[in-house]
């Protein structure tokens, strides 16, 4: 956990050293994600999965765009104790194609580290320990398309992530979004 909490210290004191040096240095955005994991437990109101996503960008030119990011997700059984959560720290580098278009191809690689914790009740999933934790480096590639509104303040990234490991979805691969603030 101190090294979950060191890394965290030094992605916000680097973001913050970029954003202060670089205020006449390209474009800025933040961006956001916070939906519940959509699949059959959500209807039938077995488990809560909210995902999460928060990363700070900066336009180095036209085409690259870097920055930290911190993301993750979270499983609440609704009928006992059962809970798990991954939380990624790490940050991503984007080439752009079309810098100037509304309608933006891109493809993005995201380096992180993942603390990765569950906690079952004395009542649940008999076959894992009843509390535990684990930690790794990971990433993903993920091809998109980001989608500007016409002041181009407010844009949509759609995208689908491949990891060499297992996200929400069980999979290697998810698709994902994030809405960005752009100034």
Known sequence: MKILGRTILSILLSGFCVISSSQSLGNHSIGLQLNPYVDQHLFDHAFFKPVYAF??????????TYGPELSGYFVKAYSNDFTLGNINVGGFIRYSFLPESRFKPFIEVSPYYTYHYWKNGPDTFAEFEP????SYF??????GITI???SRKISLDLFYKFSNKIFLNDKQSVLSYRLNFNF
Do not use: M, Q
């Not at 509390?131 to 684990?134: A, D, L």
């Open 131 to 134: 509390n535990g934790s684990k």
């Open 55 to 64: 990363r700070y960008a900066l336009g180095l030119k036209d085409h690259i």
């Open 148 to 150: 500007f509104n016409k």
């Open 138 to 143: 990971s990433g993903y590639v993920g091809p």
